[in-house]
């Protein structure tokens, strides 16, 4: 296991090719806004490396328990400072063919939330934890509303996010009235990224339940912050939408009036 430390891997991920964006990594970092460091791969070649990585290693990994692998990704996952190495722990258990085993050991990967920085890596937690939550249903839901008033702004996220990752790929949906609930507890949630989960999740629940959903915006309209609006209603139609903007228009409007009276 030793030669196969976060810093090994990282070696190994710089002698795999030439990364595709290397003389754009100022870009880069202006799109994932990570304390990380970025080489520059392209996701493409990240999951070339990852393929690669499987079947190079194929022997080690299958000598592992299920406890153990974890152990080893999580080494990974805490150790390095690579953007790209550590979505490999990431691409492991998001693997149609892990996903037994990440059911085994999924207390551990919610522990992995606690180093987040950045959307991209959230959103492949979040991929997991979605499959976790289909299946293990309240155990991980324990954890994700905990999560909806903690003081770490990735957890909140994690705590919107995770309930839908992408709804029309879950067979087991979660119940959008709670779900609601967690939304409207994050409407005034001052972090960005927060605030884009808090539109996600509007999102993929409009798409279980319409009407429902399409009440909640309506009635929150002046409470959807910048961040979230563009997601939160990107699957009404132009009607709705100009409706909508109206409305959030003439509250601004009568909020300002108010302001000015007082």
Do not use: C
């Not at 190994?12 to 460091?37: D, H, M, N």
């Not at 070339?48 to 079947?55: C, G, I, R, T, V």
């Not at 406890?67 to 996952?77: A, C, E, L, P």
């Not at 709705?240 to 007082?262: F, N, P, T, V, W």
């Amino acid at each position: 296991m030793k030669s196969l430390s976060h810093q090994n891997l990282e070696k190994l991920l710089l002698s795999s090719g030439r990364p595709r964006y290397a003389k754009s990594l100022k870009i880069l970092e202006s799109i994932y806004v990570t304390s990380l460091r970025l080489h520059g791969f392209n996701l493409p070649q990240q999951r070339q490396f990852y393929k690669s990585f499987l079947d190079q290693n194929k022997n080690f990994l299958q000598s592992l328990t299920p406890r153990q692998r974890v152990k080893f990704w999580t080494s990974i996952w805490e150790s390095s400072d690579s953007h790209e190495v550590l979505n490999l722990p990431i691409f492991y258990y998001s693997d149609s063919r892990h996903h037994e085993e990440a059911l085994l050991v999924s207390r551990e990967l919610l522990g992995w939330a606690g180093r987040l920085d950045n959307w991209a890596h959230s959103d492949g937690l979040s991929a997991i934890y979605a499959r976790l939550l289909e299946a293990q249903g309240p155990s991980i839901d324990a954890t994700l509303k905990k999560w909806n008033s903690h003081k770490n702004p990735w957890l909140r996220r994690q705590s919107l996010v995770s309930l839908y990752y992408y709804s029309a790929q879950r067979k087991k949906i979660f119940s959008v009235d709670e779900a609601l609930k967690r939304i409207k507890n994050l409407m005034g949630d001052s972090h960005y990224y927060v605030q884009k989960g808090v539109g996600w999740a509007i999102r993929e629940a409009y798409n279980v339940e319409p009407r429902k959903v399409l009440r909640f915006i309506e009635t929150n309209i002046h409470m959807i912050p910048s961040g979230a609006y563009t997601a939160a209603t990107e699957k009404l139609n132009a009607r709705q939408k100009e409706k909508l903007r109206r409305q959030r228009k003439e509250h601004r409007k009568a909020s300002r009036g108010s302001k000015i009276e007082s």
